[in-house]
């Protein structure tokens, strides 16, 4: 896997298009300059990386529009330090970005084909995350409770299990919906017992599925 001056190039024009798109955290965009897109997908697709668009990356799942993973990264409104906990790991993409912002990164992925691949391009680039296969309805309870929950699938509702491992005053970004088409939501758990919501658009995800490791 190599960088290039082109590729940096192609870089620089998909953060000026996250920004003309709305994507106003210079500290996002920075990552999106530094973060090698084109290391997460097959060789066939190098050079529409830096496109607006999404991949299949295998195992039936994509690598989401640059967009997307800006959109939600934005909404964490993350500081350095936090621990975050990451459901779909996929192809590493995202997790590379929240690990760029200085997030102390747990991610679970449910494929291990997927799971496996990942780790070794993280480990390429020198990201200090950890990485687990497993079922992301689980969570990951003996590291919790978490400042932060990001879901890069799209749930029916929002899973109790990972509310539970969300802190006090913590944040929670998932797309909720069954169809093709979710919702984005930012939950903020204010006590144990209440939560604030807000709505953030049409999105469109692959399904979040419960006792389905693979």
């Known amino acids: 896997m190599q960088d290039s001056y082109k590729y940096q190039g192609m870089r ?4 000026k298009e996250l920004s003309e798109k709305g994507i106003k955290s210079q500290q996002v965009l920075m990552c ?7 290391f997460f997908l097959d060789n ?27 959109f939600q990264t934005e909404l964490l409104n ?12 996929g192809s590493g ?13 747990f991610s679970i992925e449910r494929h291990k084909e997927l799971h496996l691949k990942a780790k070794n391009i993280l480990r390429h ?23 932060k929950i ?16 969300l802190k006090v005053g913590g944040v929670m970004v998932i797309p909720i919906g069954e169809g093709e088409e979710q919702l984005m939501k930012r ?21 979040m599925l419960e006792n389905k490791v693979k």
Do not use: W
Request: hydrophobic share 40%; with cysteine; glycine share 8%.
């Open 12 to 15: 620089r024009q998909l953060i």
């Open 93 to 105: 993409f995202q997790t590379s970005i929240l690990c760029e912002m200085g997030a102390k990164v």
């Open 78 to 89: 993350i500081k350095k330090g936090e621990s975050i906990l990451e459901i779909g790991t």
């Open 187 to 207: 939950i903020t758990k204010v006590s144990e017992h209440e939560v604030e919501i807000e709505d953030f658009g049409v999105f469109k995800f692959v399904p």
């Open 32 to 38: 999106f300059e530094v973060v090698p897109r084109h």
């Open 125 to 147: 680039l020198k990201y200090n995350c950890r990485l687990s296969f497993g079922d992301g309805y689980k969570g990951l309870p003996s590291f919790a409770p978490f400042d």
């Open 150 to 165: 990001i879901i890069t699938c799209g749930a029916p509702d929002v899973p109790e299990e990972l509310l539970n491992q």
């Open 44 to 70: 066939v697709f190098a050079e529409q990386a830096y496109s607006n668009i999404a991949f299949q990356i295998g195992a039936g799942q994509t690598i989401s529009h640059p967009y997307t993973v800006a």
